[in-house]
């Protein structure tokens, strides 16, 4: 069940640059062939396949870790000395321009949202990234929740077997994300609130049940474990052990559920049409999830954004990708009747300067950048905001972090307003400050 946006109160207890371009050629290489064509269940258990499908807000988060240049993707500046060598192309929207390198994107711009103007302050890639995904700097001694732990705790359901929150990573090498990936995602929420984490194989490893472990005796391992938990959480009325308890119910969901992650389950058409990349296929499976119960689905891909090296080359590979990942993306929720529930994102930490380094590449720049949106509580065929000739300040509709987590979460009928107040520290809202959201794209 949804939550109300009524405000109420919660009580709860970059130096290394590589460009790893190996990974990204590695990502690229195309997925296994044959599946099956006809595929449209969930599981290979029927009595699971209906009851896990509910209703309500999604989200989907393709992460493009490592930050895309909006001069190469929304924001074109043709014809100026940081425009780059790639022109602008006219869109589906009048007077629109997006960059040559996304001619799918042009056809679907009456569908999305794109903020030209946003301006944020980390200009390293962990700060970003944790800016970026959380909403806001930290809050010590606590750990902010990032976007999915905060959706799957108000939108999700714990008791379903197919996990709420998934962050799908093809490439689980690359710097500062992997130092990321290390710490605490659901933070204050608890660890129930975390992601499932799925790798480079479009699976999470490590379920299949022993094959020298029988049913009983998995059976009888797994009773023993749930009593003395139990009992440690009630003796010691311990909130931390209830919920790594719920983490682990969860993780005996997920060895009913394996299947969904079988991508080879899936039509092979669905498969050629996203395309054989790593990060193309989560895609796909992130859509796969979220049509049979996922809740939010983060899609990262290493980071091959990081070009502080031959921009325009790596760009020419990695945004032709993006492309068709957003367009078949929103197309295939648009014709199946998911889009106006699901809200799908692309966005990175930052953007890219203007200029070119000694390298050829574009190092970070926060001061004016650009992200995209569709489908739930978004008003499509919006453009918002604007920088100046050189895509170096912005000049109209200036938003921040704060506005940004605010319009996502007033998107998905969550209260931006909504109280904590945790031990030590004054209440504060879960956007802070009264940050309002970006009203242009919300519908």
């Known amino acids: 069940m949804e939550k109300s946006q009524q405000q109420t109160r919660i009580d709860c207890g970059s130096t290394d640059h590589?460009?790893?371009?190996?990974?990204?050629?590695?990502?690229?290489?195309?997925?296994?062939?044959?599946?099956?064509?006809?595929?449209?269940?969930?599981?290979?258990?029927?009595?699971?396949?209906?009851?896990?499908?509910?209703?309500?807000?999604?989200?989907?988060?393709?992460?493009?870790?490592?930050?895309?240049?909006?001069?190469?993707?929304?924001?074109?500046?043709?014809?100026?000395?940081?425009?780059?060598?790639?022109?602008?192309?006219n869109t589906r929207l009048p007077g629109v321009q997006i960059s040559q390198l996304m001619p799918q994107c042009a056809t679907i711009m009456d569908r999305l949202a794109v903020i030209r103007s946003m301006k944020t302050q980390p200009s390293e890639h962990f700060q970003g990234i944790d800016v970026l995904t959380r909403g806001d700097k930290p809050r010590p001694?606590?750990?902010?929740?990032?976007?999915?732990?905060?959706?799957?705790?108000?939108?999700?359901?714990?008791?379903?077997?197919?996990?709420?929150?998934?962050?799908?990573?093809?490439?689980?090498?690359?710097?500062?994300?992997?130092?990321?990936?290390?710490?605490?995602?659901?933070?204050?929420?608890?660890?129930?609130?975390?992601?499932?984490?799925?790798?480079?194989?479009?699976?999470?490893?490590?379920?299949?049940?022993?094959?020298?472990?029988?049913?009983?005796?998995?059976?009888?391992?797994?009773?023993?474990?749930?009593?003395?938990?139990?009992?440690?959480?009630?003796?010691?009325?311990?909130?931390?052990?209830?919920?790594?308890?719920?983490?682990f119910e969860r993780v005996r969901g997920l060895m009913s559920c394996a299947p969904l992650f079988d991508l080879e389950q899936l039509p092979e058409e669905d498969r050629r049409r996203y395309?054989?990349?790593?990060?193309?296929?989560?895609?796909?499976?992130?859509?796969?999830?979220?049509?049979?119960?996922?809740?939010?689905?983060?899609?990262?891909?290493?980071?091959?954004?990081?070009?502080?090296?031959?921009?325009?080359?790596?760009?020419?590979?990695?945004?032709?990708?993006?492309?068709?990942?957003?367009?078949?993306?929103?197309?295939?929720?648009?014709?199946?009747?998911l889009l106006d529930d699901t809200l799908v994102i692309a966005m990175g930490e930052f953007g890219r300067t203007p200029w070119l380094n000694e390298a050829r590449g574009r190092d970070h720049y926060p001061n004016a950048w650009s992200m995209a949106m569709a489908g739930a509580g978004i008003k499509p065929g919006v453009v918002h905001g604007a920088t100046d000739r050189f895509g170096k300040d912005v000049t109209e509709g200036r938003a921040d972090n704060r506005n940004l987590f605010a319009t996502i979460f007033s998107a998905l009928g969550i209260s931006p307003h909504e109280e904590y107040d945790l031990p030590g520290l004054p209440t504060f809202q879960r956007v802070e400050d009264g940050a309002e959201p970006i009203r242009e794209v919300l519908a």
């Open 18 to 89: 590589t460009l790893h371009r190996r990974l990204f050629l590695q990502g690229t290489m195309a997925a296994g062939a044959a599946s099956v064509a006809s595929y449209s269940g969930l599981f290979s258990v029927p009595a699971l396949a209906d009851g896990v499908k509910r209703h309500g807000k999604k989200c989907i988060l393709l992460w493009l870790c490592g930050a895309p240049s909006q001069f190469e993707t929304w924001d074109p500046k043709p014809g100026t000395e940081t425009g780059g060598p790639f022109g602008a192309i």
């Open 141 to 247: 001694p606590f750990i902010r929740p990032v976007l999915g732990s905060v959706i799957a705790e108000q939108l999700g359901h714990l008791d379903s077997p197919v996990p709420q929150f998934v962050l799908l990573d093809p490439c689980p090498e690359g710097n500062e994300f992997k130092g990321f990936k290390a710490g605490n995602w659901a933070g204050w929420l608890g660890a129930e609130y975390g992601p499932v984490r799925a790798g480079g194989r479009y699976s999470i490893p490590d379920l299949a049940r022993p094959e020298n472990l029988s049913d009983t005796d998995h059976s009888d391992r797994e009773a023993l474990r749930k009593f003395f938990s139990r009992k440690f959480e009630n003796d010691q009325r311990s909130e931390a052990a209830a919920s790594w308890n719920a983490a």
């Open 275 to 337: 395309g054989g990349g790593a990060f193309a296929q989560h895609a796909l499976q992130a859509r796969h999830l979220i049509e049979n119960g996922s809740t939010f689905v983060m899609v990262a891909n290493g980071m091959p954004w990081d070009n502080h090296v031959y921009q325009h080359e790596m760009h020419q590979m990695l945004v032709p990708e993006l492309d068709n990942v957003l367009f078949q993306l929103v197309t295939d929720l648009h014709l199946r009747g």
